[in-house]
């Protein structure tokens, strides 16, 4: 018994401590949200769940006014057109309020703000999105306490959780890898087939069954040989 309570505190203590909890993961659904955000440098109200029949990207940060922010933002913002042909919409969130968010699209580019973007800013100021999907920091010790890691989570359009990726507050996200994975996911979901390494539209897939997969797997081992079979 007191064996069992130790380790019940052990494990508990183990959560509490750590920086991040309960991060989501591929194939489940997407918790829905309803905030405030900034559309266009006006105030508006939208859900998770509008974009119900689309991929929905949502693209954590930690803070407006930072320094990496703005340059993913804006990147993200000037291929809107892309992720649109492609039937995605990008979702930018922070635990920032919507009255922040504005100031920080009234401030040039110059100074460090965003101007006009083409992305709504989601306000999480009561960080329940961000804890929801597992990217906020909530050890009081760390420097990003109550703000939200660089979480990008690709949703399809049945609402489900379809690619995740995490980083740390010093690095950038990648929009073509961000854009590649959609098409990716939408070409494997409407032809049965995998996506390999790499991947590109246009490029081969593997039909996922031991016998179909040959003529891949014959054309794709001309190019990569095995060791032994390396010429020297």
């Given at each position: 018994m007191a064996r069992s309570l130790l380790l019940a505190c052990s494990v508990l203590a183990y959560l509490l401590?750590?920086?991040v909890q309960g991060a989501l993961n591929p194939r489940q659904q997407a918790p829905n949200f309803t905030a405030h955000a900034v559309v266009n440098a006006t105030f508006t109200k939208l859900s998770l769940s509008d974009y119900v029949g689309k991929y929905?990207?949502?693209?954590?940060?930690?803070?407006?006014?930072?320094?990496?922010?703005?340059?993913?933002?804006?990147a993200y913002s000037d291929s809107v057109a892309s992720f649109r042909q492609a039937g995605a919409e990008v979702l930018a969130?922070?635990?920032?309020?919507?009255?922040?968010?504005?100031?920080?699209?009234?401030?040039?580019?110059?100074a460090g703000g965003l101007g006009h973007?083409?992305?709504p800013l989601v306000a999480d100021i009561s960080k329940k999105i961000s804890s929801d999907y597992?990217?906020?920091?909530?050890?009081s010790q760390d420097d990003l306490f109550g703000a939200a890691l660089r979480g990008i989570f690709i949703i399809d359009t049945k609402g489900i959780i379809r690619s995740t990726q995490v980083n740390d507050e010093a690095v950038g996200r990648n929009v073509a890898e961000t854009l590649r994975l959609v098409k990716a996911l939408q070409y494997?979901?409407?032809?049965g087939e995998g996506c390999p390494v790499n991947w590109q539209p246009g490029d081969a897939t593997?039909?996922?069954d031991p016998d179909a997969s040959k003529t891949f797997f014959t054309k794709w081992s001309t190019a990569h040989k095995e060791e032994d079979d390396v010429d020297l």
């Open positions: 401590n750590s920086a929905a990207i949502l693209l954590f940060y930690p803070f407006d006014f930072t320094f990496v922010c703005p340059t993913e933002l804006v969130i922070s635990t920032d309020s919507h009255h922040t968010h504005l100031a920080w699209v009234k401030t040039p580019r110059s973007i083409n992305l597992g990217v906020l920091v909530t050890d494997a979901d409407l032809h593997v039909i996922p």
